[in-house]
């Protein structure tokens, strides 16, 4: 998406119910996640959620008060509107978050107690449902049983995260609600069927490589990955089936992204080849190591007087071997450049066979690595566009962008 383009699900009309859980918490921030991304938002909570969360923080982020009462009272008295009607004809999804065991069981039998179990009646599939209980509870045959039935009638139900439980005795296992990242992703699956990256396997690297040089030390670079996570983010947000092979980064993995973590040079080139094999396009956006010590010790190297000289050898250089066989498929590189960018990064991607590379300056004010922002250069065969500064969650909308339309090309 580009820096002017229009936010996803402008337009589109959600309702966000939040049943009484622990995990209330994280709809908060799903409210906000579907407020950035352009929906309008309507929440609906149980008297239980409310004994988690508070409406002012759902009422602040989406701008309409969060509905708690099957009739709207004004002046004590009921207004006569039936809500949980006129929200299922408009809303364009409802999303249930967290979906408690509770919540589940009256949306399959058909029992309308309070409004959102009330509205759930008239709800139209697809409904999108993010559980949130004990493992033992979603294991139950019961719970099964209803998330068959809501899935037979047309209904999303997502699985539950694995990670530790409220309760710390409980230890890990599966049944945190999804994280809120996921939840939108599912979201705009139902919401925008045919983004412009459908149906593509997209490769991204990200981060820099270690190369071991004794038991504790090892030749590495500033890249803070924060480019090729960002990169992979949102190609996930478009449609793509996002794979991540990352160098060692403290960042955490980007919603609906497979990541494979690795250290090394010749780690990251084994992972993206096998990668490669059924992908359709690459973006190399690591800053792989161009050489590795030769001879690197299990032992660590005790510090003397004497000079020390570390014998070094080439890295194999990933983007040239993969592009061997690159038939059409797409492969972009990234270049980081102190001097003469462009002049270099035109000469890379010649020498390379990519279809197209972007430029980094990494020296001065102007530098992009382990910055929240840079200036690029996006450069094929034909011209170089020379982009502002951009925050690189932007940047990376304005790379997909061109690739997205390459990969339209392709399929049609």
């Known amino acids: 998406m580009s820096e002017n383009a229009p936010a996803p699900l402008s337009g589109k009309k959600t309702v966000l119910g939040v049943s009484g859980g622990i995990a209330s918490y994280k709809s908060i921030d799903l409210a906000r996640l579907l407020a950035l991304d352009g929906a309008e938002v309507q929440t609906v909570l149980t008297e239980s959620a409310a004994s988690f969360v508070q409406p002012l923080p759902f009422e602040v982020l989406t ?32 999303i249930i978050a967290p979906a408690t065991a509770n919540i589940i069981g009256k949306f399959a039998q058909g029992v309308g107690d309070d409004f ?27 719970l099964q049983e209803n998330v068959s039935s809501l899935r037979e009638r047309g209904h999303v139900v997502m699985e539950p995260g694995v990670g530790r ?11 945190r609600m999804p994280e809120p990242g996921d939840i939108l992703l599912a ?58 092979v990352s160098g060692p980064a403290a960042l955490a993995d980007p919603p609906g992204v497979r ?23 690459l973006v190399m956006a690591a800053a792989v190591a161009d050489y590795r010590p030769v001879d690197p010790s299990a032992r660590k190297h005790k510090k003397g007087d004497a000079t020390l000289a570390v014998e070094l050898e080439r890295t194999t250089d990933i983007l040239a071997e993969l592009s061997i066989e690159k038939g059409d498929r797409i492969l972009v590189g990234f ?21 197209f590379i972007v430029a980094n300056r990494v020296s001065g004010d102007e530098d992009a690595m382990g910055a929240d922002a840079s200036r690029a250069w996006i450069i094929d065969s034909n011209a170089t566009e020379a982009l502002p500064v951009l925050e690189k969650g932007i940047l990376a909308g304005r790379i997909l962008d061109r690739l997205a339309k390459m990969w339209q090309n392709i399929i049609t």
């Open 259 to 281: 990541v494979v973590r690795v250290e090394s040079a010749a780690q990251m080139y084994e992972a993206v080849k096998n990668e490669w094999a059924d992908a359709h396009a």
């Open 63 to 94: 701008g309409q008060t969060p509905i708690r009462r099957m009739f709207p009272l004004e002046g004590g008295k009921s207004t006569g509107d039936m809500p949980h009607i006129s929200l299922t004809e408009d809303a364009d999804l409802i």
């Open 335 to 355: 270049a980081a450049e102190t001097d003469e960018v462009t002049e270099r990064a035109k000469e890379k991607r010649e020498r390379k066979g990519l279809d």
């Open 116 to 142: 959102l179990s009330t509205l759930l009646l008239s709800a139209k599939p697809p409904a999108l449902v993010a559980p949130a209980m004990n493992p033992r509870m979603w294991a139950s045959p019961a």
């Open 187 to 244: 979201a705009r699956k139902i919401l925008l069927p045919d983004p412009d990256l459908s149906g593509m396997k997209l490769v991204v690297t990200a981060g820099p490589t270690r190369e071991k040089w004794d038991a504790v030390r090892y030749l590495s670079n500033r890249s803070s990955g924060k480019m090729g996570f960002a990169l992979a983010g949102e190609a996930a947000k478009r449609g793509a089936d996002a794979v991540l």
């Open 165 to 175: 439980m409220a309760r710390a005795e409980e230890g890990l296992g599966r049944g």
